[in-house]
């Protein structure tokens, strides 16, 4: 099953609770909340208050990608402020199965994430620990960037792993997804797709999201 989860980076940060709301209606399986230090990435974002005030807008599940360069120090945080999800980077400089085992004590979702330089192999040994990969297709720190088709090599070198440990974790691409390239990542074993420009620049985010699905759907 094809997941949509939009990038809130590229919502309107003034009207956020509203924006949730809108693409709740639109019927995605949950919201990527991208969170960004300025150190890890060199942009600034979000951070956990506007995780808690969102929490209070939205039931949805929340898939918080932390883009930071010590994310064990604030998992606790993340999670008391209602994340469902924590992914982190393996490039962090946070311990990686330590990271996880926090993520998990606090009973919701752990996830790995790979910048585009890292190859697949480097998350092999987590596969068994994490319920998601998460393989970047855009340098992380912006939205609004091209996708890079020469990711997908990755995407189906972690999807052939998972299979052959017979895992069921998800597997979530970010950057550069919308109508055109969502079937390629598809196609290559991803089945959750973040997408931020592609849906929040749209006026119908219901008409969009079935858009993005349908598009998905052909990489089947
Ligand atoms: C980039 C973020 C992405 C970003 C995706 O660092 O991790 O989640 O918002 O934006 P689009 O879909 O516009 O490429
Ligand atoms: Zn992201």
Known sequence: MIKISPSILAADFANLGSEAVAMDR???EMLHIDVMDGVFVPNLS????????LRKATQNYFDVHLMIIDPIRYIDAFAKAGADMITFH???QSDIRETIKKIKSHGIHAGVVLKPATPAEEVFPYLPLVDMVLVMTVEPGFGGQKFMADMMDKVSAIRKERDR?????????D???DNSTAAVAVKAGANVL???SALFSKPDYTAAVSQLREAAALGL
């Not at 440990?165 to 691409?173: A, Q, R």
């Open 90 to 92: 393996i490039e962090s």
């Open 46 to 53: 979000i951070g956990v208050p506007v995780v808690a005030s």
């Open 26 to 28: 639109a019927g995605v």
């Open 194 to 196: 973040v997408a931020g």
């Open 175 to 177: 950057g550069g997804i």
């Open 165 to 173: 440990l017979g895992l069921k974790l998800d597997i979530e691409v």
